[in-house]
Each structure stands twice: as structure tokens, then as C-alpha cells.
């Protein structure tokens, strides 16, 4: 089967063509069927913002390796102890592309995003065909067709977001970065009553996606200190919720700024794995009380993520369309950052 495969290490931008970073599809052989495994035929997989860096390696993995974790798709056999959820043949599902095993420490003490097996069935999405264990499946609610489908796993991570912001109705908050989980976080921050909501985001279109979805102030961080404009907008005390999702080292650094006394920072994107930011802590942390976190993964968060997914408004999100045999040409798109979110389709399906 077609598969996109990271075939040499590197950034994908270095400028230097020896160094760069290649992906190409290749053919791979399908994987087995096991007895409380899902074999389902890939539809879409979108491109995120995390794949660009494991074609750099962060993960350290030998090439070549496959890419791939925002899947969506039809069930094409099950094995004959998949019999768990109710899946049948022909279902239209997307899933957790973690397997968390239920047996280590970490599983069993309420810590999945720890799991130190759930790599066991991490296998590549843009793939015409992928398997799963039974418990990674989640079937698409009715009217979530299967092209908004594979944003089941970003809007897992926007579940698990709000999880960690300790968010009550009418607090204040912004949010850092308007890529495809900052969007989907502002329309989920929205529905638990967020009140001055601000989105920080340099590119226009971005910004006024922002408001369509419910912000009531943006910022550009390119033409405006982020500190001075933070502070006319809300009640000058700063926000009581501040959401980092850009991931960007220029960016990150502002926010403990515009965070209020006792609130709550959560550094929720992927970031260079060598940038260390300098941090107060003595304003910060002991006289301001600010509560710092991130996140890495989304347990817990698929079902709930489910029952959202009909609310979000995903239109802007699957409007650029690539065929998997142009998965190249798709990864360059992206880079541009011209677009919202890439689908890569895998098959081509007669249902939607
Ligand atoms: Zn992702
Ligand atoms: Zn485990």
C-alpha cells in the first residue's frame, strides 16, 4: 500500500539541499490483522503542525518512517475479538493513534499520556490502510462527514487544552497562535463562557477567523506590542487564562506578562527541543501566582472530543485537499502557512 515516508532526516526549509529533509510515498506492506484489531481504509489524514518536526527527528527514529496521525476512515474488517465497541464493516471512524496499554504505572494511575507502551500500535496514517487496536477506534457522529472527520485527533487535544486551563465561566482569556489548534481551543474556550477572548496572531486571515469564531479582540503581534495592547483590552489586570499555541520562542516569551495574578499559563504547543526561556520566578511564580503548565497528549479526551465535534465549525479547515500521491507538493503547502489545514486523501471513497 501507499504510505508517505520520511526518507531523510532534516528540515524540510533548510535552504541547503544536501541537508534537507525528504518525504516521498512509497509502497509498504499492510499490516496484520489482529484478533482485537480494526483494519480501517484511511480517507483523510491532515497534515499537522507536529509532522514538519518529526521529519527533523525530533523522536530520534530510523528512517525510513512514516508520517501520519489525524485519520479518519471506513472500517474494513475486524478481528474476531474486536467485538467491544459495536464496530461493524463499513462504519466511518477516526481514532487516538496511541494505544495506552491499561497495564504500566502510568496507565494505571490515571496517567495514559504517560503510558510507556503506547507506541506499540503508532503506525503511519497517510496510509492507504492502517490498523488499529479496537480501543483507539471512536465511530463519527452522524452529519460529521469524513473529511472534518479526521480533526477528531486536534480536537482531542483542544478537550485535554481545556482540561488543563481550569477554566469557569467569565474568566478571561487569550490565546497565542491562530493555527489549527488555537482556532479549535477558541471556539472550545468559547463554549465554556470566555469572556474578553483574544486571539495574538500575526497573519490577518488568521485573526479574522478568529473573530468569526468568537473572539472579541485581536492582536498583531507583528505590528503591536503584545504587552501594551494586552493591557487596554480586558479590565488591565491581565488574563486570568492565557493559552500558548504557537509554539514559537518569539512568542512565548510576552505571556507571563499578560497573565493576571493567580492565573493560569499553559504552554500547550510542540517547541524546539533546545530552547530553554527565561522565566521570573520571583515575580512570576512567588509574588504573582501564576500556574504554568503544558501538555504532551490526550487521554481521557477522545469521547468528549466526539460529542464537541458536531459544534465546531470546521469548514476553514478542510478546504485544501491533496491526493496522497502528492503528498510532496502537499507537505510544501503547507509550509507556506498559506493554508489553515492540509487533508491528505488517501482513498477515494463514495461516501462522505
Ligand atoms: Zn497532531
Ligand atoms: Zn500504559
Not at 493555527?179 to 500575526?202: C, D, H, N, R, Y
Not at 469564531?213 to 491581565?238: F, H, L, Q, T
Not at 487521554?299 to 503528498?327: H, S
Request: some cysteine.
Amino acid at each position: 500500500m501507499k504510505s508517505v515516508t520520511v526518507v531523510k532526516v532534516g528540515s524540510l526549509r533548510d535552504a541547503d539541499p544536501a541537508k534537507r529533509g525528504k518525504i516521498e510515498v512509497r509502497d509498504i506492506p499492510e499490516q496484520q490483522l489482529g484478533d482485537e484489531d480494526v483494519k480501517i481504509k484511511v480517507a483523510y489524514c491532515s497534515i499537522c503542525g507536529s509532522d514538519p518536526h518529526l521529519v527533523e527527528n525530533i523522536f530520534g527514529w530510523e528512517t525510513p518512517f512514516g508520517l501520519g496521525h489525524e485519520v479518519s476512515g471506513v472500517v474494513d474488517a475486524l478481528g474476531p475479538k474486536a467485538v467491544k465497541r459495536g464496530l461493524k464493516a463499513g462504519d466511518r471512524v477516526a481514532g487516538n493513534f496511541l494505544k495506552f496499554c491499561g497495564t504500566c504505572y502510568y496507565c494505571q494511575n490515571g496517567q495514559q499520556q504517560f503510558c510507556e507502551n503506547a507506541d506499540e500500535y503508532n503506525r503511519p496514517g497517510m496510509s492507504e490502510s492502517i490498523v488499529w487496536h479496537e480501543s483507539q477506534v471512536y465511530k463519527l457522529p452522524d452529519g460529521v462527514s469524513l473529511k472534518s472527520g479526521c480533526l477528531l485527533e486536534p480536537i482531542s487535544i483542544a478537550v485535554r487544552m481545556m482540561d488543563k486551563v481550569g477554566m469557569s465561566l467569565g474568566r478571561r482569556v487569550a490565546i497565542c497562535g491562530g493555527g489549527p489548534i488555537g482556532l479549535l481551543g477558541l471556539q472550545s474556550i468559547k463554549m465554556m463562557g470566555a469572556t474578553s477572548l483574544t486571539m495574538i496572531e500575526p497573519l490577518e486571515n488568521r485573526r479574522n477567523m478568529a473573530l468569526a469564531y468568537g473572539a472579541d479582540y485581536v492582536i498583531d503581534p507583528a505590528a503591536d506590542n503584545v504587552v501594551k495592547a494586552s493591557a487596554s483590552i480586558p479590565s488591565g489586570r491581565g488574563y486570568d487564562v492565557v493559552i500558548d499555541c504557537s509554539g514559537s520562542p518569539k512568542a512565548v516569551r510576552d505571556l507571563p506578562q499578560i497573565t493576571a495574578k493567580g492565573g493560569g499559563l499553559v504552554y500547550a504547543a510542540m517547541y524546539p527541543n533546545d530552547y530553554e526561556m527565561p522565566l521570573n520566578l520571583y515575580k512570576y511564580c512567588y509574588f504573582n501566582e501564576i500556574s504554568i503548565t503544558g501538555l504532551y497528549v490526550a487521554p481521557y479526551a477522545f469521547p468528549r472530543a466526539v460529542q464537541i465535534m458536531p459544534r465546531m465549525k470546521l469548514d476553514e479547515f478542510t478546504g485544501a485537499i491533496f491526493d496522497i500521491d502528492d503528498a510532496e507538493a502537499a507537505f510544501a503547502e503547507h509550509l507556506t502557512g498559506n493554508r489553515l489545514k492540509i487533508l491528505i486523501r488517501c482513498n477515494k471513497l463514495d461516501i462522505e
